[in-house]
T-cell receptor
Framework: RKEVEQDPGPFNVPEGATVAFNCTYS??????FFWYRQDCRKEPKLLMS???SGNEDGRFTAQLNRASQYISLLIRDSKLSDSATYLC???????????FGDGTTLTVKP | EAGVTQSPTHLIKTRGQQATLRCSPI?????VYWYQQALGLGLQFLLW???????NRGNFPPRFSGRQFPNYSSELNVNALELEDSALYLC????????????FGSGTRLTVV
């Protein structure tokens, strides 16, 4: 079983749709969580951190459930420019590294 | 502020050769992380350097090695290149603790022929 598992995707949605991505992690010692966005053949870029209380950044909302070891990302009012691969990332401070999920690809169509 | 810089952008090597990839972290960041991303696959953790020391390494053979210099820049060396080493190699840095996310460089695309 992978340490970080994401929805396989791909997600193909029309502009304006709401889409949700899910992610589960197996290491209960994980302490910080992130969503990254990666465009084709580019480096990943930090989208947002994820907190237990839930956090929102414009059209993006991230949520963490530590008990279920589950992370989510909600995108409202999808734009064409949201088309990318979204990576769920979990930090293990003991190992000093981040583990990345394999990513979920989103395509927003006109 | 300059971001994480990597060089070269592209590198083509022959099987059996050695490759050297370089990375400069964001000024003030002491930790450097290396990841491998093969085509169509996820990011795999390679190495973590902090304050000049190797702190952790991923599940890669010893022919993957590196170092961190006193100015916190880093080098990744891959010896005895194999075709399956062809990938995008990403370097990242971050402020101190694990509570912060990475900033990645734009990567070195290594092709082994």
């Amino acid at each position: 079983r992978k340490e970080v598992e994401q929805d396989p995707g791909p997600f193909n949605v029309p502009e304006g749709a709401t889409v949700a991505f899910n992610c589960t992690y197996s290491n209960s010692a994980s302490q910080s969580f992130f969503w990254y966005r990666q465009d084709c053949r580019k480096e990943p870029k930090l989208l947002m951190s994820v907190y237990s209380s839930g956090n929102e950044d414009g059209r993006f909302t991230a949520q963490l459930n530590r008990a279920s070891q589950y992370i989510s990302l909600l995108i409202r009012d999808s734009k064409l420019s949201d088309s990318a691969t979204y990576l769920c990332v979990v930090n293990d401070p003991n190992a000093g590294k981040s583990t990345f999920g394999d990513g979920t690809t989103l395509t927003v169509k006109p | 502020e300059a971001g994480v810089t990597q060089s070269p952008t592209h590198l083509i090597k022959t099987r059996g050769q050695q490759a050297t990839l370089r990375c400069s972290p964001i000024s003030g960041h002491t930790s450097v992380y290396w990841y491998q991303q093969a085509l169509g696959l996820g990011l795999q953790f390679l190495l973590w350097y902090d304050e000049g020391e190797e702190r952790n390494r991923g599940n890669f053979p010893p022919r993957f090695s590196g170092r961190q210099f006193p100015n916190y820049s880093s080098e990744l060396n891959v010896n005895a290149l194999e075709l399956e080493d062809s990938a995008l190699y990403l370097c990242a840095s971050r402020v101190g603790t694990a509570n912060y996310g990475y900033t990645f460089g734009s990567g070195t695309r290594l092709t082994v022929v």
